[in-house]
């Protein structure tokens, strides 16, 4: 850990992948450097306004009021934070201001806050991720299978992909994926998470299946997670950017609810049936009450081939696109060939539309995998 410099050259400054502090506070820069061991990142303190090089390439500057007036030339950034020592000076916010700063803070009341958003700049956290939950209208819908063809499709086509298995009855989408063998993290090993969970080290803990990460079940007796674990593993998947899909049950428990009300968006499956359109509608007012954004996803043809519009509009849900039969679906998967790796197969190419839509298009990269 760097020790408060004032005079290094310039073109000497080492590359900063921790926050920059900038204080000759004593008692503030002990108590951000704790906060940054913390987080474990590695930060470089500066007694003194820092080289403008290093103010500018820093992911997150922290700066003590002592200093604020001091470092208000240095020029405007993103991920600058004032911190205050004097909760009774109403001067700060001007200084604030003129600091070009996105927050004041005061310690130890937003310390919490603070780790976050330290952690945040250690592990280069982009926008969160878009999350897609897929659920069935009613059992044997199909969600799991369109689930795992959305999240081989979005990685086939570049995009960091995690697909998480929330569903403990719907025997592992390991084995949708066909590596029930791979090595790598089940959710009985992540049971106890709490709080902040690095992003960067579950993707690494999970298995890789066809350019995505996956976390499923184990083939153990675990039927369920806190939803205190799930909070945690899903936030540290949001983080990571790119695309999460999950697989949820229809019968909602404390984790599935949980997971839900993280997502942007959620895609109902429901076969053209009206007995299927009458389940459907039950699982609907569930999602409903943590999810604003359910669009319908309806199989396609039906024993009376009711229209897909006319099954969304019965369930008053917006139609994100039928889904036709795919013939040697069953055969791919007995095999270990997972759904949507047929490129040209009716599964695909829904997925490829849908992601297009909620999505912008990425070039792709070699590996699959920005």
Known sequence: MSTPTTDRPQAEEPALHGPLIVTEDESLAEHLLRLCAAAGSEPLLFAGPPPRQLWESAPLV???????????????????????????????????????????????????????????????????????????????????????????????????????????LGGGLDVLLGGERAAGLRWPDLAGSRGRVSGAELAQALPELHRLTALSWDRGDTLAVPPEAMRSVLAAARRRGGLVVLDLPRHLDPAAGQALEQSDTALLVVPAELRAMAAADRVCAAVRMRLADVRAVVRTPGPARLPAAEIAGGLRLRLAGELPQEPGLAFDVERGAPPGIREKGPLARFCATFLNEVIPPVPAVEGGVL
């Open 62 to 168: 922290l700066v003590g009021d002592d200093l604020a007036e001091r470092c208000s030339g240095l020029g405007r950034r993103t991920g600058v934070l004032l911190l205050g020592l004097d909760l009774d000076d109403s001067e700060i916010w001007v200084r604030g201001v003129q600091l070009g700063a996105e927050h004041v803070l005061f310690l130890p009341d937003a310390e919490g806050w603070l780790l976050d958003g330290i952690a945040d700049a250690a592990e280069g956290v982009a926008a969160p991720a878009l999350t897609v939950a897929v659920l069935g209208g009613r059992g044997g819908a199909g969600a799991s299978t369109l689930a795992c063809a959305l999240a081989v499709t979005a990685a086939r086509t570049g995009r960091r992909t995690m697909l998480i298995d929330a569903d403990p």
